[in-house]
């Protein structure tokens, strides 16, 4: 493993200066020129995949804007971080784009926030920011007050539907307010009889500019609690995310018991995730005594939770450094004893579910997502490992307590979505295995890190296995308790962007599952517009007048 | 004469009432199954009553045929409802009513879909196009399965053919399993809820009716549902005893505690799945028929 590493380090010295920023995380500073070069190599050379992209202006600090792109490479357990410093005077950078399809969200986020161009990228559109927001007001630079307000009086000239479709095929519009989401989000259907030909997606309807409130007016110990805020289903998972980027930077201690009781919590918080996207899927599926029985099951769940933190959801628990709750004896027993229950009515029932024949049928073969499309897009969590990528954070990069336990990934060819059926279904039950052996051995030690000093102006990278796959928080400290940059990736940012690869040419029937499938979580991920590629033209549909009319 | 009239209205006081009742009881017995207390068997009743006083409302310029056809669906309902006994053994009745019946039947549903097509919602439309499938195959089945009962019977008129008596025929116990089946997927029963399909199209051909409009719609589509059921059940219990409206109701219960159980334990189907299903139960009936005319 050393020898490994040693070995990336001077693969790496090609491109740029190689720098450790901590045990298990490089940083690599390249010129444009081998930007394309290095991001070929870590994400097709040698198996690693792309993760996020952040943008940053450090202009205060060195007179520049910063990109950052952030690979992961599992067999080593090493981050690379690619660091590109970009002139204020030529705000242009390669797009890696073309070699990853999957950065093309990222790269243009950046051009929203920051105004960097990326060239040759092959949809340089707005992606967050609505089209008639003002040109050349970028709110995530540091000359924009967080408070300014910003007047937008031009009409949108954002193009309502996709032009290739439009027209030719009925419209399905699931969104912004549909029975099958549950968050704002709008998807468009181009639908020939019953068959999806095309889709659109269109996002970020409830972007509430928290890096921006984070960076400007609060402090580091703080923002643990608004990352919590991110998400309202895996809302810890950033917290302890965000927690691990500064304790990485900082080179904190954290106390063993602390990172005990973060795992039993991520553990616990993953398992009435899975349980409530069961119960969901089985709905869409027309099968609402499913839908019952797994969320009658996730509320034992929740009363864990309750009775451990305090909270159903947004525990609250972490401050960087530990925890602020300890877990007992006698709940540590109840816990053992509920998980028991738990484990044995979950089986029995989802036997008996899977056993249906309608469930199978209707998931079989649907919505595939394979190997290759699936790395394009760097997809994450069960999304990936239904799609045959072995990936899992726990497991390749030893985070909090899982270096201490032992777990199975389970990984599936298909890529369908009963193959992301089976997976949940078992990480549940690895879950439950995993919190049972941290209780076990639970050390006695204290929960709260004792020197906590955080350096300036350093790069920090925290990540978790949050149920839905990586989720990543980059953050720059700075100084008077404060961070100077922080960029959360929820991993549905990364699943999103496949799912039109899913959709297409599948059942219309379908479509709410399959969205649901990646178990998309639009809050987290806050932003999006998307449109499928298709070529050739097909027979139209016979009621497309009158959808026509109703549309308009 | 004049009390053939008045039981037949009774008749259809009775079902007016019963149709969101035994609704509420399938709820309440599909929530015992998925240990939930559910709402109280009123609840549809309270709903439709609900709806019933408010002013409807149409979204656009939907055609006549949208605007009227819950009406005329829920009018069709109860004149089939005249031929059909149901709580008492009063119904009226001339020879070729069974055809009446039929074309009643199938009339609603063709109504219901083609003005849903008219409104130029896509949601509406993708429901309407399925009902329309599942309505052809579903009403070819019905046409099939009534033309055995006729067959074995050597009878156009509806009374006569119930109840199936000894000696039992081939054909008409095997007509009598196809009808049951086909009460469960013409009452709208997952996984043959395809043309609403709540997740998915939101409703579907129903999606832009609200108030009245849509409360005539629900309360046409559970009388239908009845209607399958009370056609099913005159086919097997005893007529013209002064146990019929006992056994009437009895039977009811018993076919909504049946067919609330299956929908329970299943999932929706693909329409093209369902089609495939019905395709073949079509076959397999028309083989029946056959059997039927050749006196088996």
């Known amino acids: 493993m050393q020898s490994s590493a040693t070995k990336l380090v001077e693969e790496l010295g090609r491109f740029g200066i190689v720098e450790w920023i901590d045990s298990h995380t490089l940083i690599v500073h390249v010129d444009r020129s081998k930007l394309r070069d290095i991001a070929k190599y870590l994400h097709w050379g040698i198996g690693g995949y792309f993760s996020v992209s952040i943008g940053s202006d450090e202009r ?24 590109i410093r970009v002139s204020p005077g030529y705000l ?78 009925t419209i399905i519009p699931i969104g912004p307010y549909h029975p099958a989401l549950h968050e704002p989000e709008y998807f468009e259907l181009y639908v020939d009889g019953e068959r999806i030909v095309g889709a659109r997606y269109k996002g970020f309807m409830v972007h509430r500019g928290m890096e921006k409130i984070a960076e400007s007016r609060m402090t580091i110990n703080q923002i643990p609690f608004l ?29 063993e018991r602390a990172h005990y009781i973060r795992s039993i919590m991520l553990e616990i918080e993953r398992i009435h995730s899975h349980m409530l996207w069961l119960g969901i899927a ?13 969320w009658r099951l996730r509320e034992k769940v929740m009363d864990l939770a309750e009775m451990l933190t305090g909270n159903r959801k947004t525990y609250g628990l972490n401050l960087i450094g530990g925890v602020r709750r300890d877990i007992d004896l006698s709940k540590a027993l109840k816990v053992k004893k509920v998980l028991r229950d738990l484990r044995k009515d979950y089986v029995d029932y989802m036997e008996k579910i899977l056993g249906l024949k309608e469930i199978i049928y209707r998931t079989r073969g649907v919505g595939v997502l394979d190997y290759g499309e699936a790395r394009k897009y760097s997809v994450l969590g069960p999304t990936a490992r239904a799609s045959g990528i072995d990936t899992d954070v726990r497991k390749y990069h030893p985070y909090a307590a899982y270096r201490h336990v032992d ?28 919190i049972e052996q941290l209780l076990d051995n639970l050390p006695r030690t204290p929960i709260m890190a004792e020197e906590i000093h955080v350096p300036e102006h350093r790069i920090g990278v925290g990540v978790t296995e949050a149920p839905r796959g990586e989720d990543i928080h980059f953050v720059i400290t700075s100084r008077d308790n404060k961070i100077y940059r922080w960029r959360p990736r ?12 899913m959709l297409k040419d599948q059942h219309l029937a379908d479509a709410p599952i399959i969205i649901a499938s990646i178990d998309p979580c639009f809050s987290c991920t806050d932003h999006v517009l998307i449109i499928d590629v298709r070529t050739g033209s097909r027979k139209q549909v016979g009621l497309r007048e009158l959808s026509r009319r109703g549309l308009g | 004469m004049i009390w053939v009239f008045i039981g037949a209205l009774a008749n259809i006081g009775f079902i007016l009432l019963a149709a969101p009742l035994l609704d509420g009881l399938e709820r309440k017995i599909k929530a ?55 709580l008492l053994d009063y119904s009226l009745s001339f020879i070729g009513d069974i055809i009446v019946v039929y074309y009643l039947i199938t009339a609603s549903s063709i109504i219901l879909a083609m003005g849903s097509i008219s409104t130029g919602n896509p949601f509406a439309i993708t429901g309407s196009t399925r009902e329309i499938s599942l309505s052809m195959a579903g009403k070819l089945l019905t046409g099939i399965t009534l033309a055995i009962f006729v067959a074995v019977n050597k009878s156009f008129l509806i009374t006569s053919l119930f109840p199936i ?118 076959l397999a009936t028309g083989v029946v028929l056959v059997l039927a005319v050749l006196g088996y």
């Open chain 1, 92 to 169: 242009h950078v390669p797009s890696i784009t073309p070699i990853i399809p999957g950065a093309n969200w990222h790269e243009r986020e950046v051009m929203d926030y920051f105004g960097i161009m990326f060239d040759d990228h092959p949809e340089p559109k707005r992606l967050i920011l609505p089209y008639n927001w003002p040109k050349g007001v970028y709110p995530l630079r540091k000359d924009y007050p967080y408070n300014k307000k910003v007047y937008i009086e031009e009409a949108s000239d954002e193009p309502e539907h996709d032009s290739r479709f439009a027209g030719k095929y």
């Open chain 1, 490 to 501: 929820a991993p549905s940012y990364n699943n999103i962007p496949a799912l039109l690869v």
């Open chain 2, 165 to 282: 008596i000894p000696p039992y025929r081939l054909s008409s116990i095997l007509g009598l399993i196809v009808f049951a089946i086909l009460v469960y997927i013409e009452g709208f029963r997952l996984p043959f809820d395809i043309p609403e399909a709540e997740p998915e199209i939101a409703g579907g051909v129903i999606i832009e009716y609200t108030g009245r409009d849509l409360g005539f719609a629900i309360y046409s589509l559970l009388l239908k549902r009845l209607l399958y059921t009370s056609i099913l059940l005159n086919l097997v219990i005893p007529r013209y005893t002064v146990f019929s409206p006992i056994y009437y109701i009895v039977g009811v219960i018993v076919f909504s505690i049946l067919f609330s159980t299956i929908e329970c334990f299943s999932g929706r189907h693909r329409i093209e799945y369902a089609l495939s299903f019905m395709k073949k139960l079509s």
């Open chain 1, 282 to 294: 089985f709905h869409f599926l027309g099968f609402d005594t499913g839908f019952m029985i797994t």
């Open chain 1, 227 to 255: 990352a919590e805020r991110i998400c309202g289903i895996c809302g810890y998972t950033h917290n302890v995310a965000y927690c691990q980027a500064v304790e990485n930077v900082a080179g904190i201690d954290v106390p």
């Open chain 2, 32 to 86: 015992w199954l998925q240990n939930r207390r559910g709402p109280p068997i009123p609840q549809t009743l309270y709903d439709i009553v609900k709806l019933l006083r408010k002013p409807g409302g149409l979204t656009g310029n939907p055609g006549l045929l949208y605007r009227i056809a819950p009406y005329m669906f829920f009018t069709n309902m109860v004149i089939a409802f005249l031929f059909i006994p149901t």
């Open chain 1, 407 to 434: 777990f199975k990934i389970p990984v599936y060819k298909d890529g369908d979505v009963l193959s992301r059926i089976l997976v949940r279904h078992e990480e549940i039950i690895e879950s439950i295995n995993i």
């Open chain 1, 60 to 83: 205060p600090l060195d007179n520049s804007f910063h990109v950052y792109h952030v690979f992961s490479l599992d067999h080593l357990g090493v981050y690379v971080v690619v660091d």
